[in-house]
């Protein structure tokens, strides 16, 4: 490090208030994910050392299942291990999470598994798991002073903010490329607030965003200046499988990567359930799920290398197009670690994931799931899978979203007359 | 060549609050060492030991990604506007 670094860094995003006592419940400091610095807590997402990922570190006191079963059915059943205060479920914000755990037994037959479950993320209030993220983002920005919340997104997270502003009252600033899927937008301008379409792909929007980010000092954009909060809400996915499973961790998991804050946190989560004791320390793999035309994580695990070369994306499955992941070398680190895997695949392979889970287990997955879907199965096919082995696959939004991608493929059986001759006559019976 | 950096927030104890300011050079490189001259120790900030651009730090030339150009050789036109900015935001 330089030795000119300065003593005290004073970021100019910083809210005006400060935080009151117990504002963010077991969280104790934000600490850089590279170089170990430490700083307080506060609007900080970068470290001023080295420009590495700042995270909450933790001061966690006894926390026990029966403590967690007696909570919220949310995400406010763990708020014991966010960065959340006490009375965090009595403030408004959507209460995201506790989604069903859906055991795949149609699914798992098909592809040749022994035990298969679905973490069905559909069902969360804006119908992906960045409600997750956004409520405990917000709990931050809150407690941070700040009052406008906002987000660069590849749709879903644009959702989930403009309604979590919406429900705490704040204004919502939600910045999209200008060719996301319609669903998408529209679910996102009907909370109101300002909706901003800008003509460029996600990393466009992402590079405005943290420029703005730096002028405007009221601004929470959740997964810029006030992301090292927002991502710990991903770790409650890890928690509720665990939980669901009936307090264990399941030997393989595959999930979706986009920026890899996801993956990166859920097996957070696995390690600080075993650490206090909530679950027994089993081995656990972990793999992550891109598609081929944004895959810039998976080609850098299948070339061996530590370091993600960006991408200029070009997928149907829109809500993982980020060519410059920002937690892409961290997937990398934790399924080399677990024995895990990074796969890509293709756009009719996505949309045949779609349809297998819809067809197989009856749930609608947006694109992001049809690759992990479709991932899951090229990883049993290629070996790197254990089929004996319990799966845990993630679906993480609802296909009502991302409707294009399978019309033309599916639709109505027959179109008759009302008469009940021409229903015999179209061979449904 | 004189060229406008846009300055992220976690360097600006090194421009004296500046969110904005002006360099000179014909390639990336130069501009940064330009600003190492203006601005002391902001270089090692942005690059590293071996002279590359630090693994969490995104340069902007002309709204592009220098990684999918020249990376630190990029030219810089006059009047190019720069930017620096913390790679790990969004998701």
């Known amino acids: 490090?330089?030795?000119?670094?300065?003593?005290?860094?004073?970021?100019?995003?910083?809210?005006?208030?400060?935080?009151?006592?117990?504002?963010?419940?077991?969280?104790?400091?934000?600490?850089?994910?590279?170089?170990?610095?430490?700083?307080?807590?506060?609007?900080?997402?970068?470290?001023?050392?080295?420009?590495?990922?700042?995270?909450?570190?933790?001061?966690?006191?006894?926390?026990?299942?029966?403590?967690?079963?007696?909570?919220?059915?949310?995400?406010?059943?763990?708020?014991?291990?966010?960065?959340?205060?006490?009375?965090?479920?009595?403030?408004?914000?959507?209460?995201?999470?506790?989604?069903?755990?859906?055991?795949?037994?149609?699914?798992?037959?098909?592809?040749?598994?022994?035990?298969?479950?679905?973490?069905?993320?559909?069902?969360?209030?804006?119908?992906?798991?960045?409600?997750?993220?956004?409520?405990?983002?917000?709990?931050?920005?809150?407690?941070?002073?700040?009052?406008?919340?906002?987000?660069?997104?590849?749709?879903?997270?644009?959702?989930?903010?403009?309604?979590a502003a919406a429900r705490a009252g704040m204004r919502g600033?939600?910045?999209?490329?200008?060719?996301?899927?319609?669903?998408?937008?529209?679910?996102?301008?009907?909370?109101?607030?300002?909706?901003?379409?800008?003509?460029?792909?996600?990393?466009?929007?992402?590079?405005?965003?943290?420029?703005?980010?730096?002028?405007?000092?009221?601004?929470?954009?959740?997964?810029?200046?006030?992301?090292?909060?927002?991502?710990?809400?991903?770790?409650?996915?890890?928690?509720?499988?665990?939980?669901?499973?009936?307090?264990?961790?399941?030997?393989?998991?595959?999930?979706?990567?986009?920026?890899g804050s996801q993956l990166t946190k859920v097996d957070k989560s696995f390690g600080e359930l075993a650490t206090l004791g909530l679950v027994e320390e089993t081995p656990y793999k972990i793999f992550g799920a891109q598609a081929t035309g944004c895959s810039p994580v998976s080609a850098a695990f299948k070339d061996g290398h530590d370091v993600v070369r960006p991408v200029k994306p070009d997928t149907i499955a829109k809500s993982l197009a980020i060519g410059n992941p920002a937690d892409g070398p961290y997937v990398l680190d934790v399924t080399r670690r677990t024995g895990g895997a990074v796969e890509d695949v293709s756009e009719d392979e996505i949309r045949d994931g779609i349809t297998l889970l819809a067809r197989t287990e009856g749930i609608f997955a947006e694109t992001a799931g049809g690759v992990t879907v479709a991932t899951l199965k090229k990883l049993l096919e290629n070996g790197q899978l254990d089929p004996d082995a319990e799966t845990v696959v993630f679906n993480t939004g609802d296909g009502l979203k991302t409707l294009d991608a399978i019309s033309g493929r599916v639709g109505p059986t027959a179109t008759i007359d009302a008469t009940f001759d021409a229903f015999v006559a179209a061979g449904i019976a | 060549m004189t060229v406008s950096v846009r300055i992220p927030t976690i360097l600006r104890t090194y421009t004296q609050d500046q969110s904005q300011v002006d360099a000179d050079g014909a390639t990336l490189a130069a501009v940064i060492d330009s600003l190492e001259s203006s601005f002391p120790g902001i270089k090692s900030r942005v690059v590293d030991e071996q002279g590359a651009l630090r693994r969490f730090v995104n340069i902007y030339v002309a709204e592009e990604d220098v990684r999918f150009s020249n990376g630190l050789d990029t030219p810089t036109p006059e009047g190019t506007q720069i930017s620096i900015i913390p790679a790990v935001a969004g998701g």
């Open chain 1, 173 to 259: 600033v939600v910045m999209i490329p200008d060719d996301l899927e319609q669903a998408k937008i529209l679910a996102s301008a009907v909370y109101g607030g300002s909706l901003v379409a800008v003509r460029g792909n996600y990393d466009d929007v992402n590079k405005l965003a943290s420029e703005i980010a730096g002028e405007e000092t009221d601004w929470a954009f959740v997964n810029v200046n006030v992301r090292p909060y927002y991502a710990e809400g991903s770790k409650t996915l890890g928690f509720e499988v665990a939980e669901q499973l009936g307090w264990r961790l399941p030997e393989q998991v595959v999930i979706p990567v986009a920026s």
């Open chain 1, 1 to 163: 490090m330089s030795p000119t670094a300065p003593q005290a860094v004073v970021d100019s995003t910083a809210a005006a208030s400060s935080p009151r006592e117990g504002a963010f419940g077991p969280a104790r400091s934000l600490v850089c994910r590279e170089c170990g610095t430490q700083r307080e807590l506060g609007p900080f997402y970068a470290c001023h050392e080295c420009f590495g990922p700042l995270e909450i570190g933790y001061d966690f006191g006894t926390v026990t299942r029966e403590q967690i079963e007696a909570g919220p059915h949310s995400i406010w059943r763990y708020r014991d291990l966010l960065p959340v205060p006490a009375d965090i479920a009595t403030i408004p914000n959507t209460d995201p999470g506790f989604t069903r755990l859906v055991k795949a037994d149609t699914l798992a037959r098909e592809l040749g598994l022994r035990s298969l479950w679905v973490k069905d993320d559909s069902g969360n209030p804006t119908h992906s798991f960045k409600d997750r993220v956004v409520a405990v983002a917000l709990a931050a920005a809150r407690e941070l002073g700040f009052t406008v919340l906002a987000c660069p997104s590849t749709g879903n997270l644009a959702n989930a903010v403009a309604a």
